[in-house]
């Protein structure tokens, strides 16, 4: 409360040291300004070791910690003691903010705390922009680059301000590493380089056993398999501690591994047969592989299947499968060996290949998958014969057939019975081929006689590995059955008769030309005529095909024969062929006929008549004789005499005349008186008959055979004259 002093005043109106006012808490060293109501008093203290006044101004200045009490004065007037007011103060021992210590540099984001060695003070900043403080901790945080000055305030009590304390903090732009980029894998062996947009780092590796760094450059190298990190660091200054920035950097391996087998190699013969693959394509590496493609140069176009592979996870197998149509050059090499590769993707896009597979059946690594193929050589020879139409030669043809599975060459045919020794130059005989070739045959009468021609043929040839593979010739290709050519056999026989007549005309001389028109050898000819009465056996005589025998006999003609004119017959002849058949023919005019031989006998009918007249005594008749004679070959018949004079129309019924015969027929003229007055009679007769064929035969008279002169008979004159009166 308000110090007070009292003083009695007389009655005077006292003076009035007004009221005081002012802060009544100061601290030592402060200052506080006194006032009163009333001016024109003085001021003084009640201990100036505590507190000192400006008795003008009132200005109250704290000198130690404690209360004193100041006085207003008013100097009294009339007799009036000073009016004085008082008014306590306190003064108070000024707070201390003590020491502040703490960095002073700190980074952007970055922090440090500041201490005093005063507690209980709070912590503020001059530029809450640059930096922060925790009121409490004294924890500073940096937020721009600056300078800030961090007080720590000691609240003041009693009249006493604030006691601060002051320390700058200077705040640093924290370095940046920057932005790291840079492929985050790499394959063991191979490198890959880190970047950062911030020039100046450091590079290091958290592990040296999976990848290396280069600690300029940021270039790394794949050791092991795993995944690491790579620091990029940037020294920190003014406070602020290293930038660092890390990146992951995995390390794979990346390899592929290719295994072929051949499902089917135990059926695969020859060639056109397809050896079916399953190739096993194995990811052996750590990483992932894409678009894997195997490739195989055996491998039948298209085959492949699946023709790539999209993706295929570390340590996975997949299997692709492939075909081979083996090629008859194959077959022939005994085997097919080639190998698969395949080429990927490894995740950075590098190719990662296995040029070579492995054939999983053998201990060595990366060989060739090898199918062997079973030599089997083989040849056939179908040997046929076709006989000749004529029955002379066989045309044979061989058929040579490659039955094996690889390629036969310098091929060689060979027939002993044929002479055939042929090199077939330049060719080959693939497997399933064939080749014919052709040999004529001419046959020994031996063969025809035999009725077939019996015998084999050779083959020999060489395979790829210059063996030689034959066969005997067979009927088909599967046997070697000697090839039985039919010879049929065709015994023929000839009997060609013909006659000549002799000049005489009264025999015939037969030639019989015996021909073996066959094809087999005739023995045992026995030739027979029954007209001539002709058995006879040509003992020791065989005929071989087209050769032939005359035999010859003679014919007697009877006057049947020449009256016929002509003798017609027909001589058989038999002959044995080799098998003891009987082989004929009945005669005829030519080889290719039985026409019975007709040997001709002319017909020469001849007739004469010969007319003699003897006159009868009396001189009135005439007894004619007529003389008929044959005097031809051929018997006359139907013989008819004629004589006009006489009136003679005669038939000589039933009467023939063989040749040479005659017959005398007669007939008597009565004499004219012409006649008597002619002195003879002079006249022919004539004779008509009918030879065999029935032709007319004719004479007219004559005085002998040889003439036709008329018959003239004298009649004598005997004129005589009587007289009778």
Same mark, same amino acid.
């Given at each position: 409360?308000?110090?007070?002093?009292?003083?009695?005043?007389?009655?005077?109106?006292?003076?009035?040291?007004?009221?005081? $006012?002012?802060?009544?808490?100061?601290?030592?060293?402060?200052?506080?300004?006194?006032?009163?109501?009333?001016?024109?008093?003085?001021?003084?203290?009640?201990?100036?070791?505590?507190?000192?006044?400006?008795?003008?101004?009132?200005?109250?200045?704290?000198?130690?910690?404690?209360?004193?009490?100041?006085?207003?004065?008013? +100097?009294?007037?009339?007799?009036?003691?000073?009016?004085?007011?008082?008014?306590?103060?306190?003064?108070? !021992?000024?707070?201390?903010?003590?020491?502040? $210590?703490?960095?002073?540099?700190?980074?952007?984001?970055?922090?440090?705390?500041?201490?005093?060695?005063?507690?209980?003070?709070?912590?503020?900043?001059?530029?809450?922009?640059?930096?922060?403080?925790?009121?409490?901790?004294?924890?500073?945080?940096?937020?721009?680059?600056?300078?800030?000055?961090?007080?720590?305030?000691?609240?003041?009590?009693?009249?006493?301000?604030?006691? /601060? +304390?002051?320390?700058?903090?200077?705040?640093?732009?924290?370095?940046?590493?920057?932005?790291?980029?840079?492929?985050?894998? /790499?394959?063991?062996?191979?490198?890959?380089?880190? !970047?950062?947009?911030?020039?100046?780092?450091?590079? $290091?590796?958290?592990?040296?056993?999976?990848?290396?760094?280069?600690?300029? %450059?940021?270039?790394?190298?794949?050791?092991?398999?795993?995944?690491?990190?790579?620091?990029?660091?940037?020294?920190?200054?003014?406070?602020?501690?290293?930038?660092?920035?890390?990146?992951?950097?995995?390390?794979?391996?990346?390899?592929?591994?290719?295994?072929?087998? +051949?499902?089917?190699?135990?059926?695969?013969?020859?060639?056109?047969?397809?050896?079916?693959?399953?190739?096993?394509?194995?990811?052996?590496?750590?990483?992932?592989?894409?678009?894997?493609?195997?490739?195989?140069?055996?491998?039948?176009?298209?085959?492949?299947?699946?023709?790539?592979?999209?993706?295929?996870?570390?340590?996975?197998?997949?299997?692709?499968?492939?075909?081979?149509?083996?090629?008859?050059?194959?077959?022939?090499?005994?085997?097919?060996?080639?190998?698969?590769?395949?080429?990927?993707?490894?995740?950075?896009?590098?190719?990662?290949?296995?040029?070579?597979?492995?054939?999983?059946?053998?201990?060595?690594?990366?060989?060739?998958?090898?199918?062997?193929?079973?030599? +089997?050589?083989?040849?056939?020879?179908?040997?046929?014969?076709? *006989?000749?139409?004529?029955?002379?030669?066989?045309?044979?043809?061989?058929?040579? !057939?490659?039955?094996?599975?690889?390629?036969?060459?310098?091929? &060689?045919?060979?027939?002993? @019975?044929?002479?055939?020794?042929?090199?077939?130059?330049?060719?080959?005989?693939?497997?399933?081929?064939?080749?014919?070739?052709?040999?004529?045959?001419?046959?020994?009468?031996?063969?025809?006689?035999?009725?077939?021609?019996? #015998?084999?043929?050779?083959?020999?040839?060489?395979?790829?590995?210059?063996? #030689?593979?034959?066969?005997?010739?067979?009927?088909?290709?599967?046997?070697?059955?000697?090839?039985?050519?039919?010879?049929?056999?065709?015994?023929?026989?000839?009997?060609?008769?013909?006659?000549?007549?002799?000049?005489?005309?009264?025999?015939?001389?037969?030639?019989?030309?015996?021909?073996?028109?066959?094809?087999?050898?005739?023995?045992?000819?026995? *030739?027979?005529?029954?007209?001539?009465?002709?058995?006879?056996?040509?003992?020791?005589?065989?005929?071989?095909?087209?050769?032939?025998?005359?035999?010859?006999?003679?014919?007697?003609?009877?006057?049947?024969?020449?009256?016929?004119?002509?003798?017609?017959?027909?001589?058989?002849?038999?002959?044995?062929?080799?098998?003891?058949?009987? &082989?004929?023919?009945?005669?005829?005019?030519?080889?290719?006929?039985?026409?019975?031989?007709?040997?001709?006998?002319?017909?020469?009918?001849?007739?004469?008549? &010969?007319?003699?007249?003897?006159?009868?005594?009396?001189?009135?008749?005439?007894?004619?004789?007529?003389?008929? %004679?044959?005097?031809? #070959? &051929?018997?006359?018949?139907?013989?008819?005499?004629?004589?006009?004079?006489?009136?003679?129309?005669? /038939?000589?019924?039933?009467?023939?005349?063989?040749?040479?015969?005659?017959?005398?027929?007669?007939?008597?003229?009565?004499?004219?008186?012409?006649?008597?007055?002619?002195?003879?009679?002079?006249?022919?007769?004539?004779?008509?008959?009918?030879?065999?064929?029935?032709?007319?035969?004719?004479?007219?008279?004559?005085?002998?055979?040889?003439?036709?002169?008329?018959?003239?008979?004298?009649?004598?004159?005997?004129?005589?004259?009587?007289?009778? @009166?």
């Amino acid at each position: 409360a308000d110090a007070t002093a009292t003083r009695t005043v007389n009655v005077t109106t006292a003076p009035s040291a007004g009221i005081l $006012s002012g802060t009544q808490a100061i601290c030592v060293a402060g200052t506080t300004t006194f006032s009163s109501t009333v001016t024109g008093g003085a001021w003084s203290t009640s201990d100036a070791s505590i507190a000192t006044v400006n008795a003008t101004t009132g200005v109250v200045t704290g000198v130690a910690a404690g209360t004193a009490t100041i006085t207003y004065t008013v +100097a009294g007037s009339g007799g009036c003691a000073d009016a004085t007011a008082t008014r306590t103060v306190n003064v108070t !021992t000024p707070p201390s903010a003590g020491t502040l $210590s703490g960095t002073q540099a700190i980074c952007v984001a970055g922090t440090t705390t500041f201490s005093s060695t005063v507690t209980g003070g709070a912590w503020s900043t001059s530029d809450a922009s640059i930096a922060t403080v925790n009121a409490t901790t004294g924890v500073v945080t940096g937020v721009a680059a600056g300078t800030a000055t961090i007080t720590y305030t000691v609240a003041g009590s009693g009249g006493c301000a604030d006691a /601060t +304390a002051t320390r700058t903090v200077n705040v640093t732009t924290p370095p940046s590493a920057g932005t790291l980029a840079g492929v985050q894998i /790499t394959s063991v062996g191979s490198t890959t380089t880190f !970047t950062s947009t911030v020039t100046g780092g450091t590079w $290091s590796t958290n592990d040296a056993n999976i990848a290396t760094v280069n600690t300029t %450059t940021g270039v790394i190298t794949g050791v092991s398999a795993g995944t690491t990190t790579i620091n990029y660091t940037v020294t920190g200054s003014g406070g602020c501690a290293n930038a660092i920035v890390s990146r992951t950097i995995t390390v794979y391996t990346a390899a592929i591994n290719l295994t072929k087998k +051949a499902n089917n190699a135990a059926l695969v013969t020859k060639a056109g047969d397809v050896i079916n693959y399953s190739i096993e394509v194995e990811n052996t590496g750590t990483s992932t592989l894409t678009n894997i493609i195997v490739t195989d140069a055996g491998a039948d176009p298209g085959s492949i299947n699946p023709t790539s592979i999209a993706t295929l996870a570390a340590g996975a197998k997949t299997t692709v499968t492939a075909q081979h149509t083996l090629t008859q050059t194959e077959v022939d090499a005994g085997s097919f060996s080639n190998q698969a590769s395949a080429k990927g993707k490894d995740p950075l896009g590098n190719d990662v290949e296995d040029e070579k597979s492995d054939d999983p059946s053998t201990s060595t690594p990366n060989d060739p998958t090898i199918v062997t193929i079973t030599s +089997a050589p083989k040849i056939t020879l179908v040997k046929s014969g076709v *006989l000749s139409s004529d029955g002379n030669t066989i045309s044979y043809s061989f058929l040579i !057939t490659n039955t094996g599975n690889v390629t036969l060459n310098n091929i &060689v045919l060979t027939d002993t @019975k044929l002479g055939l020794n042929r090199t077939l130059t330049g060719i080959s005989l693939a497997p399933g081929a064939n080749r014919t070739e052709t040999a004529t045959y001419t046959l020994t009468q031996a063969d025809k006689d035999a009725g077939k021609v019996t #015998n084999s043929a050779d083959v020999n040839a060489k395979d790829p590995s210059a063996a #030689n593979v034959t066969d005997k010739s067979g009927t088909t290709g599967t046997n070697d059955t000697p090839t039985e050519t039919a010879v049929p056999a065709n015994p023929k026989i000839t009997l060609v008769k013909s006659g000549v007549l002799s000049s005489d005309g009264n025999t015939i001389s037969y030639s019989f030309l015996i021909t073996n028109t066959g094809n087999v050898t005739l023995n045992n000819i026995v *030739l027979t005529d029954t007209k001539l009465g002709l058995n006879r056996t040509l003992t020791g005589i065989s005929l071989a095909p087209g050769a032939n025998r005359t035999e010859t006999a003679t014919y007697t003609l009877t006057q049947a024969d020449k009256d016929a004119g002509k003798v017609t017959n027909s001589a058989d002849v038999n002959a044995k062929d080799p098998s003891a058949a009987n &082989v004929t023919d009945k005669s005829g005019t030519t080889g290719t006929n039985d026409t019975p031989t007709e040997t001709a006998v002319p017909a020469n009918p001849k007739i004469t008549l &010969v007319k003699s007249g003897v006159l009868s005594s009396d001189g009135n008749t005439i007894s004619y004789s007529f003389l008929i %004679t044959n005097t031809g #070959n &051929v018997t006359l018949n139907n013989i008819v005499l004629t004589d006009t004079k006489l009136g003679l129309n005669r /038939t000589l019924t039933g009467i023939s005349l063989a040749p040479g015969a005659n017959r005398t027929e007669t007939a008597t003229y009565t004499l004219t008186q012409a006649d008597k007055d002619a002195g003879k009679v002079t006249n022919s007769a004539d004779v008509n008959a009918k030879d065999p064929s029935a032709a007319n035969v004719t004479d007219k008279s004559g005085t002998t055979g040889t003439n036709d002169t008329p018959t003239e008979t004298a009649v004598p004159a005997n004129p005589k004259i009587t007289l009778v @009166k």
